[in-house]
C-alpha cells in the first residue's frame, strides 16, 4: 500500500520558524512535493525533492532523505498569510508525474 | 494567461441525477487530473490523461467517468450521482511533472 504521514495542525508565532514533517512508504518514489492550499482556494506548488537534500525557495526550504523515506518543509520568518494547510505529495513516477497526497498539515500563524 | 479553469463552480443535485463537470487549461500541457477532496482527506486522484486520447483511473474512479476531448479539454462525468460524492473536485494540469497547476475548483453537494 501507500501512505503519507503529516502532523494534522501545527501553531506557531509570527516570525518564527516551523517544520513540517511527512514520512512516507510508498513504491515507485520519484520524489517529494509541497503544496500549499489557503481556505477555500486551490493547492499551490511550492516545492519538489528528487534528490536528498535541501531545497530552498525564499522563506521556504524542503528536505528529502530517501533512505529514511522521510521529508519536510521549513517556513522560516513566519506571516499571518502562511496561514493554510500544506500537503506533501509523493511523485510515483512514469510520464504523467501521477501524485499522492497526504491528508495536510493545517498551520495557524498567530500575532 | 487564464491557466485551469473549471466550470461550474458550485453546483447542487440530487440523488440519481448526472452531470459533467469541465475543465480546460491554456498552458499546453500533456498531463491533465481530477481529483476529489473532502474534510481531512486529502486530495484523491480520480482519473488521469497523461496525453490527449489517453485517460487511466486513479485511487477512486467508481462512479465517474472522463473524457479527453482535446490536448486543452478533460471532463468528469458523473452518471448518476450520490451523497458519498459531494466533495470538492480540482482539475489540474501538468507537463510530465511534479508540479501541478490547479483549478478553483468545483464545490458539488448531492442531496
Known amino acids: 500500500g501507500q501512505s503519507l504521514e503529516q502532523p494534522s495542525e501545527v501553531t506557531a508565532v509570527e516570525g518564527a520558524i516551523v517544520q513540517i514533517n511527512c514520512t512516507y512508504q510508498t513504491s515507485g518514489f520519484y520524489g517529494l512535493s509541497w503544496y500549499q492550499q489557503h481556505d477555500g482556494g486551490a493547492p499551490t506548488f511550492l516545492s519538489y525533492?528528487?534528490?536528498?537534500g535541501l531545497e530552498e525557495t525564499g522563506r521556504f526550504s524542503s528536505f528529502l532523505s530517501r533512505s529514511d523515506s522521510y521529508g519536510y518543509l521549513l517556513l522560516q520568518e513566519l506571516q499571518m498569510k502562511d496561514s493554510a494547510s500544506y500537503f506533501c505529495a509523493v511523485r510515483r513516477g512514469g510520464s504523467q508525474g501521477n501524485l499522492i497526497f497526504g491528508k495536510g498539515t493545517k498551520l495557524s500563524v498567530k500575532p | 494567461n487564464a491557466g485551469v479553469t473549471q466550470t461550474p463552480k458550485f453546483q447542487v443535485l440530487k440523488t440519481g441525477q448526472s452531470m459533467t463537470l469541465q475543465c480546460a487549461q491554456d498552458m499546453n500541457h500533456n498531463s491533465m487530473y481530477w481529483y476529489r477532496q473532502d474534510p481531512g482527506m486529502g486530495l484523491r486522484l480520480i482519473y488521469y490523461s497523461a496525453s490527449e486520447g489517453t485517460t487511466d483511473k486513479g485511487e477512486v474512479p467508481n462512479g465517474y467517468n472522463v473524457s479527453r476531448l482535446n490536448k486543452r479539454e478533460f471532463s468528469l462525468r458523473l452518471e448518476s450521482a450520490a451523497p458519498s460524492q459531494t466533495s470538492v473536485y480540482f482539475c489540474?494540469?501538468?507537463?510530465?511533472?511534479?508540479?501541478?497547476?490547479f483549478g478553483p475548483g468545483t464545490r458539488l453537494t448531492v442531496l
Open positions: 525533492n528528487a534528490l536528498d
Open positions: 489540474a494540469s501538468s507537463e510530465a511533472g511534479a508540479r501541478q497547476y
